[in-house]
C-alpha cells in the first residue's frame, strides 16, 4: 500500500511522492504468526522526509501500532 502523507502530515495526491508500505504474514508455527512491516522509499515525499521517517519511526508511530495489534490477539497490555 501506499503512504499518501506528506511530511507536514497533510494528503499527498502525487504518487510520485508517496512511501511505500508492506506489511508480510508469516506462518512460523500453526499458532505462532509473525507480522513485518517495511515502509520504504521515505525520501519520495521530497525535502521534509525525515520528519516521516521519524514520525512513523517514533515509539508512538508503526511500534505503538503494531504492538496494539499484536494485543488484539495475545490479550497483552499496549503497555
Same mark, same amino acid.
Given at each position: 500500500?501506499?503512504?499518501?502523507?506528506?511530511?507536514?502530515? %497533510? @494528503?499527498?495526491?502525487?504518487?510520485?511522492? #508517496?512511501? !511505500? @508500505?508492506?506489511?508480510?504474514? @508469516?506462518? !512460523? #508455527?500453526? %499458532?505462532?504468526?509473525?507480522?513485518? *512491516?517495511?515502509?520504504?522509499?521515505?525520501?519520495?515525499?521530497?525535502?521534509?522526509? %525525515?520528519? @516521516?521517517?521519524?514520525?512513523?519511526?517514533? !515509539?508512538?508511530?508503526?511500534? *505503538?501500532?503494531? #504492538?496494539?495489534?499484536?494485543? *488484539?490477539?495475545?490479550?497483552?497490555? !499496549?503497555?
Amino acid at each position: 500500500m501506499t503512504w499518501d502523507i506528506d511530511p507536514r502530515w %497533510q @494528503v499527498e495526491t502525487d504518487p510520485d511522492n #508517496t512511501s !511505500e @508500505v508492506e506489511v508480510r504474514f @508469516v506462518a !512460523e #508455527t500453526p %499458532q505462532r504468526t509473525r507480522v513485518e *512491516l517495511e515502509h520504504r522509499h521515505l525520501d519520495r515525499h521530497g525535502p521534509g522526509w %525525515q520528519a @516521516v521517517s521519524d514520525g512513523v519511526g517514533h !515509539e508512538e508511530g508503526w511500534p *505503538l501500532y503494531l #504492538t496494539r495489534y499484536a494485543a *488484539l490477539f495475545t490479550g497483552a497490555d !499496549e503497555g
